[in-house]
Structure formats: structure tokens, C-alpha cells
């Protein structure tokens, strides 16, 4: 009997020293939502960082090789993606000649019965010339009431 209530003495100090191990602790709440509070934390600066380094790379890559536009036309909005209410943007990579005009065009994104569009409005921008060839994208936004 005495080992028994020895054993029960030792167990309850151990559980005591070790919070884990006390059974119908009142503190179980606390400690959840502490960690819940630690994890949510966690997951909310991971998603930061993955926000700020996406925005930037994206804000870096449109605004590399700015040229100015000398003159440009607005793309026509195609009367089928208009009966269809299409709207969206139609981004375009372009390659402009030293002397300002258009060498070529190449579709980044966009819906496709806005795309021709767009490409052929671009081919006949002029842009201020410039010592070099460069590139650089150009984005058209269509809105389903144009």
C-alpha cells in the first residue's frame, strides 16, 4: 500500500513539473489558442513576403525599356467580342526599331478575339527614336461597354 500511494505521490509531482501530463488541466484552452495565435501569425508574414516579392517582380518587368509614344491609335473593339460582352486585358510585348517604328509584337495574355486587335493597332505606333533597339509590353484594357 505504501508503494502504491508512493507512486501516485511521484506520478502527481511529475505531472505538476510537466504540464503536458496533468489530466482535465483547465489551461488546455490557452494553450491552443496560443499556438493558434503563433500559426496564424506565421502563415500571415509568409503570405506578406510572398505578396511583396511577386509585386515587385511584376512591377519590374513592365517597367523596363520605357519608350515615349510619338503617336498610336487605339485598337478597334471587335463587334463579335462586343456581342459577346468580352472584356479584359491584352498585354503585348514589343519590339521597337532605334528609328521608333514597331519590328515586331508578341502576345503576353489576353482573351483572343481581343488580341488581333490589339496586335495591329500596336504595328502602327511610331516612338521617339532612341541609340538602341528595345523591348517593352504594353497593356490594353477592354471594358464590355466600349
Known sequence: ????????????????????LMRGRPHIEEDFAMRFRWTRLATSMVAMAVIATSTYAQSAATDEGKRKVKSKNSPAYPELARRMNVSGKVKIEVIVMPDGRVRSTRVIGGHPLLV?????????WKFFPAP???????EFDFHGNN
Do not use: G, H, W, Y
Open 132 to 138: 538602341e533597339e528595345t523591348t517593352q509590353i504594353v
Open 116 to 124: 488581333q486587335a490589339c496586335q495591329d493597332a500596336v504595328k502602327e
Open 1 to 20: 500500500m505504501a508503494s502504491d500511494n508512493r507512486e501516485t505521490q511521484s506520478s502527481a509531482a511529475l505531472a505538476s513539473d510537466v504540464p503536458f
